[in-house]
Antibody, heavy 123, light 107 residues
Framework: QVQLQESGPGLVKPSETLSLTCTVS????????WSWIRQPPGKGLEFLGY???????NYSPPLTGRATISVDTSKNQFSLKLSSVTAADTAVYYC?????????????????WGQGTLVTVSS | EVLLTQSPGTLSLSPGERATLSCRAS???????LAWYQQKPGQAPRLLIS???SRATGIPDRFSGSGSGTDFTLTISRLEPEDFAVYFC????????FGGGTKVELK
């Protein structure tokens, strides 16, 4: 059974870049789409974007220009970088697997998730 | 933009009781692309139901999903101790949206 694990700093200063990595174990990163989703404290879940194992990406419009998702198939990992962060970017960040995405959306549910990692933006 | 509204916000029940959770969409959900997830503190969310009514692999049959169009329901027929958690719905397909969640707590 595939497992996902997020890793990265839990504290980021305002205006700096948030960097997270998701390590996929128990299965190959190939032939799937891989997503980032976040949940600010007390708020709902927000889809941030996805990457296909080939490197094709798509981002949620509010994040376009600030978010970069990349993949390293040799390490079975994919990553999120979010630049110019503010307190509004404080959230639990989840990585998740999805079977198919196209354009700005995904046409399958998120069938495997990481447990999430809290990132706080504060000086 | 599709909005998903879940109700109630909190459901207080005892083990063995039936839980009925609602998810209402602001627009019709095309192809019944509606999923339900279970979320426990510190754990990865778990996919329960996709396509509004299809149980994911390994999900017990006490969990069932129903509905179409704009109104969807997740039913847990007899609550087990491990079922006390937060449940959220999600639309996928032409757009992505998540509901705010329903907490099923021990009465």
């Amino acid at each position: 059974q595939v497992q996902l694990q997020e890793s990265g700093p839990g504290l980021v200063k305002p205006s700096e870049t948030l960097s997270l990595t998701c390590t996929v174990s128990g299965g190959s990163i190939s032939n799937y789409y891989w997503s980032w989703i976040r949940q600010p404290p007390g708020k709902g879940l927000e889809f941030l974007g996805y990457i296909y194992y080939t490197g094709a990406t798509n981002y949620s419009p509010p994040l376009t220009g600030r978010a970069t998702i990349s993949v390293d198939t040799s390490k079975n990992q994919f990553s999120l970088k979010l630049s110019s962060v503010t307190a509004a970017d404080t959230a639990v960040y989840y990585c998740a697997r999805v079977g198919y995405c196209e354009g700005g959306s995904c046409y399958r549910p998120f069938d495997s998730w990481g447990q999430g990692t809290l990132v706080t933006v504060s000086s | 933009e599709v909005l998903l509204t879940q109700s109630p916000g909190t459901l207080s029940l005892s083990p063995g009781e039936r839980a009925t959770l609602s998810c209402r969409a602001s627009q019709s959900v095309i192809s019944n692309y509606l999923a339900w997830y279970q979320q426990k503190p510190g754990q990865a969310p778990r996919l329960l139901i996709s396509g509004a009514s299809s149980r994911a692999t390994g999900i017990p049959d006490r969990f069932s999903g129903s509905g179409s169009g704009t109104d969807f329901t997740l039913t847990i027929s007899r609550l087990e101790p491990e079922d006390f958690a937060v449940y959220f719905c999600q639309q996928y397909g032409s757009s992505l949206a998540f509901g705010g969640g329903t907490k099923v707590e021990l009465k």
